[in-house]
Protein backbone atom coordinates (compact mmCIF):
# COMPACT_ATOMS: atom_id res chain seq x y z
CA UNK A 1 0.00 0.00 0.00
CA UNK A 2 1.56 2.78 -1.31
CA UNK A 3 0.67 6.41 -0.77
CA UNK A 4 0.08 8.58 -3.54
CA UNK A 5 1.53 11.72 -2.52
CA UNK A 6 -0.11 13.71 -5.40
CA UNK A 7 -3.87 12.40 -4.12
CA UNK A 8 -2.97 15.35 -0.89
CA UNK A 9 -3.96 18.66 -0.23
CA UNK A 10 -2.10 20.96 -2.70
CA UNK A 11 0.70 22.56 -0.84
CA UNK A 12 0.08 26.05 0.48
CA UNK A 13 1.26 28.80 -1.68
CA UNK A 14 1.72 32.27 -0.36
CA UNK A 15 -0.69 33.96 2.79
CA UNK A 16 -3.43 31.96 3.41
CA UNK A 17 -7.12 33.92 3.14
CA UNK A 18 -7.25 33.69 6.51
CA UNK A 19 -3.90 35.87 7.43
CA UNK A 20 -4.74 37.96 4.60
CA UNK A 21 -8.88 38.23 6.27
CA UNK A 22 -6.89 38.87 9.86
CA UNK A 23 -4.84 41.15 8.53
CA UNK A 24 -7.33 43.46 7.07
CA UNK A 25 -9.89 43.31 9.96
CA UNK A 26 -7.12 44.17 12.21
CA UNK A 27 -6.10 47.38 9.93
CA UNK A 28 -10.02 48.28 10.22
CA UNK A 29 -9.51 48.45 13.81
CA UNK A 30 -6.78 50.22 14.15
CA UNK A 31 -8.62 52.86 11.63
CA UNK A 32 -11.66 53.16 13.73
CA UNK A 33 -9.95 53.75 17.59
CA UNK A 34 -7.33 56.00 15.79
CA UNK A 35 -10.41 58.12 14.39
CA UNK A 36 -12.16 57.67 18.04
CA UNK A 37 -9.22 59.03 19.47
CA UNK A 38 -8.83 61.72 16.92
CA UNK A 39 -12.34 63.23 17.03
CA UNK A 40 -11.95 63.16 20.72
CA UNK A 41 -8.80 65.06 21.12
CA UNK A 42 -10.17 67.68 18.45
CA UNK A 43 -13.35 68.01 20.13
CA UNK A 44 -11.36 68.55 23.41
CA UNK A 45 -9.15 70.86 22.09
CA UNK A 46 -12.08 73.28 20.81
CA UNK A 47 -13.95 73.17 24.08
CA UNK A 48 -10.41 74.08 25.55
CA UNK A 49 -10.73 77.09 23.15
CA UNK A 50 -14.25 77.88 23.38
CA UNK A 51 -13.73 77.86 27.68
CA UNK A 52 -10.68 79.97 27.15
CA UNK A 53 -12.51 82.95 24.82
CA UNK A 54 -15.49 82.62 27.27
CA UNK A 55 -13.24 83.00 30.72
CA UNK A 56 -11.25 86.27 28.44
CA UNK A 57 -14.77 87.48 28.11
CA UNK A 58 -15.74 87.58 31.32
CA UNK A 59 -12.25 88.60 32.56
CA UNK A 60 -12.53 91.62 30.28
CA UNK A 61 -16.44 92.32 31.55
CA UNK A 62 -14.74 91.97 35.47
CA UNK A 63 -11.94 94.47 33.90
CA UNK A 64 -14.42 97.09 32.50
CA UNK A 65 -16.45 96.87 35.56
CA UNK A 66 -13.88 97.60 37.89
CA UNK A 67 -13.15 100.97 35.98
CA UNK A 68 -11.13 99.24 33.19
CA UNK A 69 -8.16 101.56 32.64
CA UNK A 70 -9.90 104.76 32.63
CA UNK A 71 -9.60 107.13 36.56
CA UNK A 72 -12.81 107.16 37.82
CA UNK A 73 -14.61 107.64 40.73
CA UNK A 74 -16.60 104.67 40.64
CA UNK A 75 -19.08 105.33 43.39
CA UNK A 76 -19.33 107.66 47.13
CA UNK A 77 -22.29 107.78 49.07
CA UNK A 78 -23.54 107.65 52.43
CA UNK A 79 -25.15 104.67 54.37
CA UNK A 80 -27.57 105.55 55.64
CA UNK A 81 -27.81 109.12 54.20
CA UNK A 82 -29.76 110.34 57.46
CA UNK A 83 -28.71 109.79 60.72
CA UNK A 84 -29.96 110.99 64.29
CA UNK A 85 -27.48 113.15 66.26
CA UNK A 86 -24.84 111.14 67.93
CA UNK A 87 -24.92 108.30 65.39
CA UNK A 88 -22.74 107.24 63.16
CA UNK A 89 -23.37 106.21 59.27
CA UNK A 90 -20.76 104.87 56.45
CA UNK A 91 -19.22 106.45 53.17
CA UNK A 92 -18.52 104.05 50.84
CA UNK A 93 -16.37 104.78 48.08
CA UNK A 94 -14.47 103.03 44.86
CA UNK A 95 -12.00 104.32 42.47
CA UNK A 96 -10.00 102.73 39.32
CA UNK A 97 -6.27 103.93 38.91
CA UNK A 98 -6.46 106.40 41.42
CA UNK A 99 -2.90 106.93 43.29
CA UNK A 100 -4.00 108.85 45.88
CA UNK A 101 -7.55 109.93 47.70
CA UNK A 102 -8.58 112.07 50.29
CA UNK A 103 -12.06 112.75 52.25
CA UNK A 104 -12.81 116.00 53.98
CA UNK A 105 -13.47 115.82 56.85
CA UNK A 106 -12.23 113.00 58.18
CA UNK A 107 -9.94 112.28 60.75
CA UNK A 108 -9.79 108.52 59.70
CA UNK A 109 -7.37 106.99 57.01
CA UNK A 110 -8.74 106.62 53.66
CA UNK A 111 -6.69 104.92 50.65
CA UNK A 112 -7.61 104.11 47.14
CA UNK A 113 -9.72 100.71 46.87
CA UNK A 114 -12.53 99.56 44.38
CA UNK A 115 -15.03 98.97 47.34
CA UNK A 116 -14.74 100.48 50.90
CA UNK A 117 -16.75 101.97 53.48
CA UNK A 118 -14.89 104.26 56.57
CA UNK A 119 -17.10 105.36 59.35
CA UNK A 120 -17.97 109.10 60.41
CA UNK A 121 -19.88 110.32 63.16
CA UNK A 122 -20.82 114.00 62.27
CA UNK A 123 -22.55 116.21 64.93
CA UNK A 124 -24.11 118.56 62.43
CA UNK A 125 -25.14 117.70 58.81
CA UNK A 126 -22.42 117.57 56.65
CA UNK A 127 -20.91 118.14 53.13
CA UNK A 128 -17.92 115.16 52.83
CA UNK A 129 -15.73 115.61 49.70
CA UNK A 130 -13.85 112.66 47.99
CA UNK A 131 -11.06 113.49 45.94
CA UNK A 132 -9.65 111.03 43.64
CA UNK A 133 -5.22 111.96 42.39
CA UNK A 134 -3.69 109.28 39.02
CA UNK A 135 -0.37 109.34 38.52
CA UNK A 136 -0.60 111.92 36.03
CA UNK A 137 -2.03 114.33 38.87
CA UNK A 138 -5.30 114.54 37.61
CA UNK A 139 -8.07 114.80 40.00
CA UNK A 140 -11.61 114.02 40.27
CA UNK A 141 -14.03 115.30 43.20
CA UNK A 142 -17.08 114.20 44.71
CA UNK A 143 -19.41 115.03 47.29
CA UNK A 144 -22.16 113.73 49.30
CA UNK A 145 -24.09 115.47 52.32
CA UNK A 146 -25.19 113.27 55.56
CA UNK A 147 -28.12 114.82 57.33
CA UNK A 148 -27.89 115.17 61.00
CA UNK A 149 -31.61 115.10 62.62
Same mark, same amino acid.
Request: glycine content about 8%.
Given at each position: ?????? %???? $??? *???????? =????? #??????????????????????????????????????????????? %???? $??? *???????? =????? #????????????????????????????????????????????????????????
Amino acid at each position: MFEDPN %LGPP $PRK *GMSIYVIV =TLIVF #GLAVVYVGGVFYTRWHRDQVMQKQAAAAKRDEAQKVFEGMGGDRFDI %LRFF $PYP *GEIKRGDS =TMLCY #GVSNAKSVTLEPQPNAVWPAFDRCVSVSPKKTTIYTFTATDAAGHMKSATVTVDVR
